[in-house]
């Protein structure tokens, strides 16, 4: 009896500090960098442009256009996945557009939103591309997940990158 009572207290102690990671870091934020071969006149347009998303990310259906103008404040579209015919639906709306400087948007997910924000300079002829990305879990368990594993979503968030920056370096 002793031991069973140890073991609940044990994984009593663990969901405590595994909910505790997400109240006292509910978000979590990193930068991504890259340089682009190109002037900020060239790469500017590609690097705002959603409709070529299905370029650089993974199971990419489908993007429709719900409110507002593409590349406006305020404008709207969902983006269709279909990841082994489970199909998700991701909400992205526009925050922020400083043509040729900076862009920002949040994809809002069913348990999380995640704010991305794109900004650029040029140096010698060459775009110097900087991406932050803030996670925000709606919910503990989120939260939580997020804080103790933020490590193997940052992991994907590079690969997405790499590979944005390779499709925009391919259509200079």
Avoid: H
């Amino acid at each position: 009896m002793k031991t069973l009572y140890f073991i609940l207290a044990a994984l009593a102690t663990l969901f405590l500090l595994f909910c505790l990671s997400g109240i006292i870091r509910p978000t979590f934020s990193f930068k991504l960098f890259s340089k682009i071969d190109e002037p900020i006149e060239k790469s500017w347009p590609l690097i705002q442009e959603k409709f070529n998303l299905s370029n650089f990310l993974d199971n990419v259906q489908e993007i429709k256009q719900v409110y507002g103008m593409n590349g406006t404040v305020g404008s709207e579209s969902d983006i269709y996945f279909n990841s082994d015919g489970n199909y998700k639906i991701i909400r992205q709306v526009v925050t922020e557009v400083t043509p040729n400087k900076s862009m920002s948007f949040m994809a809002r997910f069913k348990y999380k939103d995640v704010e991305y924000k794109r900004s650029a300079m040029e140096y010698r002829d060459k775009t110097y591309l900087t991406l932050k990305v803030t996670y925000k879990g709606n919910n503990l368990f989120t939260k939580s997940y997020n804080a103790l594993f933020g490590f193997t979503i940052i992991e994907k968030e590079e690969v997405y990158f790499r590979n944005f920056i390779n499709n925009l370096n391919q259509n200079d």
